[in-house]
Every structure is written in C-alpha cells, then in structure tokens.
C-alpha cells in the first residue's frame, strides 16, 4: 500500500555531509510516520529518525542527535534526512519506512513498508 524510494546515497569524507531522500506514494501515506533506518556492515538495522504526519514532531537516535535533521513536506509526500558531520560508524545502508514507532516505544511496532536502500559510506 505504501512504496518508499530512497535516494542521495555515496561516498563522503569523514566530517562531510549528504542528504537522503524518500518518495512516498499510495493511498495511505499521509497516515503514517515516515522515518529512517540504517544497517551497518555485519550489524543489526538501527532505528535513526522517525517523523511525525504532520511533520511536526521529530525523533532521532542518541548516536545522530546534533548532526542528522529530518523533514516531510507533506504535500509532496516527501521525507528528508539531513546528515551533517558523519562518522565512519555512520556508514551502513539507509533505508525509508513507514511506521518507525520501535524508534521510541520499547515494544513498538517494526516499520510496515521499506525502501530498497540506498548506501552511505564514509571514508577518509
């Protein structure tokens, strides 16, 4: 019902930036969060950002909170995440979904829809 098209992944420098992007189409979008994930080479998926419908309400991980800025345009059905100051732990593929409520619910519910990913590998 939902489909998440990332893009705006790459190769970046330690301390650089980048910026990811997401389309969503589907009857339904405008009810869901939108948020981000990551997986890291040989690690689990990590929760990163979780935006409310409205877009007024945005929730990070402890890891990017101060260098990564979520947004929705609600009228494009668009979510960005804005990723400043990266890290070499900050390289993994991104993935945009849809319900991101285990970001801040211990028992919350796992993402509903996923985008195919997209990578971001930082490097010096």
């Known amino acids: 019902q939902v489909e998440l098209a990332e893009s705006g992944g790459g190769l970046v420098q330690i301390g650089g930036s980048l910026r990811l992007s997401c389309a969503a189409s589907g009857p339904n979008v405008g009810y869901y969060e939108l948020g981000w994930f990551r997986q890291p080479p040989g690690k689990e998926r990590e929760g990163v950002s979780c935006i409310s419908r409205s877009g007024d309400q945005a929730r990070y991980a402890d890891s990017v909170k101060g260098r990564f800025t979520t947004s929705r345009d609600t009228a494009k059905n668009t979510v960005d995440l804005q990723m400043d100051n990266l890290k070499p732990e900050d390289t993994g593929t991104y993935y945009c979904?849809?319900?991101?409520?285990?970001?801040?619910?211990?028992?919350?519910?796992?993402?509903?829809?996923w985008g195919q990913g997209t990578q971001v590998t930082v490097s010096s």
């Open positions: 979904v849809a319900n991101c409520r285990s970001l801040y619910e211990t028992n919350g519910p796992s993402p509903e829809y």
